[in-house]
């Protein structure tokens, strides 16, 4: 090692071994100016076996605060992370251990432990600020927070024990925070080994720059019998920041120009993709905004499977037919064409889709086809009122109507309302996402459980006498008391048909003989599940339309044999 060194590269492999094990290269000069992945911020190594013991520490300072350069002084901000309180002549100080006066600077407090009387380890503390800018939560031994688009990521973690601790933190985000708050981090760190070794006098080497000042130290150690020597590294180095990809929620719509996915907006002549940036601020509006550039409104059109993602996490995404959600993060308006692809606005996807979910949506970005449906323009384009096409919403409609006609009817309501875990289920309701014929399988659940499960079984039964139940088997039953009471009863084929499919087609069991014939009753081919799933809910609404059509008219022939029947609000 060469003394005063001004080398870049610190000349690390004529340390000792153990010193270089306990502090290696990356903790320190890799860490340096643009470190990332994880940054040890706190540490505190207990007496080992080898006789090393040491330490290392962050604390915060303004951008012009510079170290002592020299050593053996202590450390800049020690009182941090202790509430102290001194007198004087001048009276009584209280120090909330939070941030210390250093010359003209002041130094704040990012990390820390103590071990108070009666814990059986240490308490791992981290700067509060720093957390709530990151919205993070504690998960046992870290800290996490939710990216923008709905991704957990580790932002702390931490090890303790009944002497040692160590605390680290993600680089790009604690750079981010240091360049959201103005500051720099200086870590400040010692590590030492006693060694009965014998060796021939003194030696002290350093390697200083800009960035940071390490000091490599072996000498006699005085005030102890015997021959002992120790060997010593210690020093300091700055984290400065810088704005990153991953962002907290307060800083979402901060984006760089380049962080913009351009995207197809249609296609020219020759048949090649046009394509233009989802940059909002390069979009023309109606107020002339940039003339000659694509419409904010410009429809953008993507293949079903980019829902897959989201489709994955129900408990952090809402997804509807019309909207997609990530939990209070952010909120996309979508709409699903004929075509069975997912339409958004080329302006929404660059002010209200993080940047960071971009790339995803650039992945599945298609050329345009079908257009977008035309409730969707009419309420965005023409201001109109007007619905989208939906077909399990078209089921829940009418099955609340067939619910009021059989109340009027046969005194009770033949479906019980869902519960609030269904009823999330059906709000979420837009089928498969993917082609896989597996994807139809929580579909044909969330229906079934609808449709055949809330059959209200009891009040049908006791419509029935003795002879006429069918134990627990609520769909024979239902259809003969449609029969009974002249109403249509055909359509409760269709639901069989359902159930069929959920215990025989390979949706809640093994696929067998049986699936095939399960698939066939509905008219399903098994080869792309999206398709299947139109064709069970043509099928079902086509069912429930048959007792609509004929239901209707009977219950309105015996309401005006008998006017009680006709609701007393009716009547008046």
């Not at 498969?432 to 079984?457: H, M, Q």
């Not at 999206?530 to 059509?549: E, M, P, S, T």
């Amino acid at each position: 090692m060469t003394e005063c060194s001004q080398s870049r590269q610190f000349e690390w492999r004529e340390i000792d071994t153990e010193l270089k094990r306990y502090l290696p290269q990356k903790k320190v000069t890799e860490a340096g100016r643009a470190p990332t992945g994880w940054l040890i911020v706190g540490e505190d190594i207990p007496y080992q076996e080898t006789g090393i013991w040491g330490g290392l520490s962050a604390v915060l300072v303004p951008p012009s605060f510079e170290r002592d350069h020299r050593f053996g002084n202590g450390w800049a901000g020690g009182r941090l992370g202790e509430v102290s309180i001194t007198y004087s002549k001048e009276g009584e100080a209280v120090s909330s251990g939070l941030s210390e006066e250093v010359g003209d600077n002041k130094l704040e407090f990012f990390c820390g432990a103590t071990k108070p009387p009666g814990a059986n380890q240490h308490q791992v503390f981290i700067a509060q600020p720093f957390l709530w800018f990151w919205d993070a939560y504690q998960v046992g031994d870290e800290w996490r927070y939710l990216t923008l688009g709905g991704e957990e990521r580790k932002l702390v973690r931490f090890q303790v024990g009944t002497e040692g601790w160590t605390l680290e933190a993600r680089a790009e985000e604690v750079r981010t925070f240091l360049h959201t708050f103005g500051m720099k981090l200086l870590f400040q760190f010692e590590l030492f080994k006693r060694t009965d070794s014998d060796f021939d006098g003194e030696e002290r080497y350093e390697y200083s720059d800009d960035w940071g000042r390490f000091q490599y130290h072996e000498y006699a150690s005085r005030g102890m019998p015997g021959r002992h020597f120790m060997k010593a590294l210690d020093g300091y180095f700055y984290v400065t920041g810088l704005l990153g990809k991953s962002k907290p929620r307060m800083l979402q719509w901060q984006s760089d120009p380049s962080e913009y996915e351009d995207f197809i907006i249609g296609v020219s002549e020759d048949g090649v993709p046009v394509t233009h940036t989802s940059d909002p601020d390069t979009l023309d509006n109606h107020f002339g905004k940039s003339p000659g550039a694509p419409h904010y409104l410009t429809p953008i059109y993507f293949s079903k499977d980019v829902l897959n993602k989201y489709a994955s996490s129900p408990s952090r995404y809402k997804i509807s037919t019309s909207r997609i959600e990530c939990l209070n993060l952010w909120g996309l308006d979508i709409s699903i064409n004929g075509h069975d692809l997912v339409v958004a606005y080329l302006g929404d996807i660059g002010t209200r889709l993080p940047s960071e979910e971009h790339q995803h949506w650039r992945i599945h970005n298609v050329a345009p086809e079908g257009g977008i449906d035309e409730g969707r323009f009419r309420r965005d384009i023409l201001g109109q009122w007007a619905d989208s096409p939906d077909a399990v919403n078209e089921i829940r409609r009418k099955v609340k109507r067939i619910n009021e006609i059989t109340e009027d009817g046969l005194g009770f309501a033949i479906w019980r309302s869902p519960n609030p875990h269904l009823k999330a289920e059906l709000n979420a309701l837009i089928g498969p996402v993917s082609s896989d014929p597996a994807a139809l399988t929580e579909p044909v659940l969330t229906l079934t459980k609808f449709l055949v499960d809330s059959l209200n079984g009891k009040a049908i039964n006791r419509a029935l006498k003795g002879e006429e139940i069918d134990s627990n088997k609520h769909l024979v039953n239902l259809s003969t008391v449609l029969e009974k009471n002249n109403m249509p009863a055909g359509w409760i084929q269709t639901l069989r048909d359902l159930q069929g499919l959920r215990s025989r087609g390979g949706i809640a069991h093994i696929r067998n003989s049986e699936t095939a014939k399960a698939f066939a009753a509905m008219g399903l081919k098994g080869l792309d599940s999206r398709d299947d799933f139109k064709l069970i809910l043509f099928q079902l609404n086509n069912a429930l339309d048959q007792f609509l059509g004929e239901g209707v008219t009977e219950v309105d022939r015996n309401r005006n044999r008998d006017p009680m029947a006709v609701p007393a609000q009716e009547r008046s």
